[in-house]
């Protein structure tokens, strides 16, 4: 009983430790940010890495999930009579929502952890340690540059998810289920209000980029620097950054929406 | 009594003061054999920590002249997870020679040149460069003492996205702002002391273990250091690779008149070229010296780790239960669980 408790308090003092070392992590990370207009090349390649090379697997994921939102939307709002009203609730659920969750949640599993699995690798063959070496800080050198990049990426890649999820969304209802143009477009340029929709949308995905790329490059530079520690960081921060993002986009939600 | 007298501490024979006249080099040789006898279970490297523990023997510092030393380490006490890695080590590094820091893997050597950089704090003691005290100067004063310091990593550390150019030139461009001609010259200036001009285009992955260990060695001397640090330079490499490393560091370090500092347990390479030699084991310096004097002390421990004798003073076992019994052991159990 008693060794429970000691284990309980002292993995709880772990974690506490861990969380204090991230903060102060990006402290030194936010206080580089300057830095990062100096070696905008370094901030342009990061850009490249994590947000491009993540516009398939977003433009994919946004156009069936689009398509989803119309067939299911279509067979609730049948009922009603309201079909007309589908483009305003695929648009709707689309901006506020599962835009900028989704695209966390696939930026974290796509991105973010091959940023872990790149900055704890650094750690393992010993070139996070060379650059110091070399009087050069890992922090503005490497870490700035990515966690910029994913902080920029997320609001852009959430915002062509919400994009490419309407057109999706209009093949299905419009082109298939029979749903009227004017009338999917219409409504939804009526009904879905700048700052209350588009607005809160991307401040949410800045908010996730925030936190899924500051997990992602923490775990990766606290990484054990073994091929099993690297895993294991990679791991962690899908896992984290999952429950963060839904964590966050309730806290997010309840401020935004919650006094309607 | 048998083992107590093995490992000398009962105060009977041998006593800790013959032990501590083998520690200073006593000419002893018929009781040393004794005290250090091959097939005790605990190896006379822990008797000597033990007796200078109980009979502290003043460190050998003052060797050299405090113009001569770049590098003073002293009274340093560093833990790592409980563990005591240095018990009170003091020694310096002199200018202008290679200094030979030897000892059995995971004594802390590795450790001891990251506490030189100032890549950790030790938890006792301090280690001063040029005079000024690591772990008090501030990140900045930390980085432009660094800018002096060279380091090859075991790795190499190369940067595994920029090919053999870039990553000899990436001091140049984070510190200098040195036009692009320059840069390549003095780029392929240090690459041909290397040996590796012809090799600029290549990526790292690309490399052997050598040329990888050869192109770290260019990019630590570009930004022309005082003093080069070498972690374990001659491990892994092939005859010809490990020839061509001793080489280096000993031109480089005359050529460019470096303080080196090798950490290594390759004892014949590394004592090839050191002016000085310090062995280091379980947290202290067990022996210090020239070369020749490191190959005259009377220690069988040290005799042993210099020549790399499989039989010696430390046991080639791990410590165990007698095996007799330990094999024995499970047959018992079987037997005495068929009776009941």
Redesign the interface.
């Known amino acids: 009983m008693l060794d429970s408790i000691q284990t309980l308090g002292q993995n709880t003092l772990q974690r506490l430790e861990k969380l204090g070392r991230s903060c102060l992590f990006i402290l030194r990370v936010l206080t580089g940010f300057p830095d990062v207009f100096l070696r905008f090349r370094l901030l342009t390649a990061q850009i490249y890495s994590v947000g491009v090379l993540s516009i398939v697997i977003v433009s994919v994921s946004g156009f069936f999930v689009g398509m989803v939102l119309s067939l299911q939307g279509y067979n609730v709002l049948s009922d009603f009579g309201a079909e007309q009203t589908l483009g305003v609730m695929v648009a709707a659920s689309l901006v506020r929502e599962l835009g900028p969750v989704v695209t966390a949640l696939l930026f974290a599993g796509r991105a973010g952890s091959a940023l872990t699995a790149e900055i704890g690798l650094?750690k393992a063959?010993?070139?996070l340690?060379?650059?110091?070496?070399?009087?050069?800080?890992p922090l503005r050198?490497i870490i700035s540059p990515r966690f910029f990049a994913g902080v920029v990426s997320m609001p852009l890649l959430a915002a062509l998810f919400s994009m490419v999820g309407v057109i999706g969304g209009y093949f299905v209802g419009v082109g298939l289920l029979g749903v009227d143009e004017g009338a999917f477009w219409s409504q939804m340029r009526a009904k879905i209000d700048f700052h209350d929709d588009i607005v809160n949308g991307i401040i949410k995905s800045f908010v996730f980029g925030v936190i899924v790329t500051w997990i992602a490059v923490f775990e990766g530079y606290d990484a054990l620097p073994t091929s099993e520690g690297v895993g294991r960081a990679t791991t962690r921060s899908v896992v984290y950054s999952a429950l963060a993002v839904l964590a966050w986009d309730f806290v997010l939600t309840a401020m935004m929406y919650g006094d309607k | 009594m048998e083992r107590a007298n093995r490992v000398g501490l009962d105060g009977v024979y041998p006593s800790p003061w013959h032990c501590l006249q083998d520690r200073l080099g006593f000419p002893h040789p018929s009781r040393t054999a004794e005290i250090l006898d091959c097939n005790t279970p605990i190896s006379d490297n822990k008797l000597f920590l033990a007796l200078t523990t109980l009979f502290p023997v003043p460190a050998m510092t003052g060797i050299f002249a405090e113009a001569e030393i770049l590098v003073s380490i002293r009274n340093l006490v560093f833990f790592r997870g409980g563990r005591k890695i240095f018990d009170n080590v003091s020694l310096d590094i002199p200018r202008g020679k290679i200094t030979a820091i030897m000892g059995p893997s995971g004594t802390g050597k590795t450790t001891l040149l990251?506490l030189i950089?100032g890549?950790l704090r030790p938890d006792g003691g301090h280690v001063s460069v040029e005079g000024r005290v690591v772990h008090k100067q501030s990140?900045k004063e930390l980085?432009?003492m660094?800018?002096r310091?060279?380091?090859l990593?075991?790795?190499g550390?190369?940067?595994?996205d920029l090919n053999v150019y870039e990553n000899v030139a990436?001091?140049l461009r984070?510190?200098t702002r040195l036009p692009e001609s320059m840069v390549r010259s003095l780029v392929l200036m240090k690459l041909q002391a290397v040996g590796l001009r012809g090799a600029r285009q290549l990526m790292p992955g690309e490399l052997s273990g050598g040329m990888a260990r050869r192109v770290?060695l260019a990019?630590a001397i570009v930004?022309d250091p005082t003093m080069i640090m070498y972690d374990e330079p001659f491990t892994g490499q092939d005859p010809i690779s490990m020839g061509v490393l001793v080489k280096l560091i000993h031109n480089l370090n005359d050529g460019l008149e470096l303080t080196s500092i090798v950490v290594s347990h390759d004892v014949r390479e590394t004592v090839a070229i050191a002016d000085y030699v310090y062995l280091i084991s379980e947290g202290k310096v067990v022996a210090q010296g020239t070369p020749e004097e490191i190959e005259q002390t009377p220690s069988p421990w040290i005799h042993q780790f210099m020549h790399g004798e499989a039989d010696g003073p430390v046991p080639f076992h791990f410590p165990a239960p007698d095996y007799a019994d330990d094999l024995l052991r499970y047959g018992k159990t079987f037997a005495a669980s068929i009776e009941v």
């Open positions: 650094m063959t010993e070139q340690s060379g650059m110091e070496m070399m009087a050069v800080d050198r | 990251k950089g890549q990140r980085y432009e660094r800018k310091m060279g380091m990593f075991q790795s550390a190369l940067l595994t990436f001091p984070e510190h770290a990019r930004l």
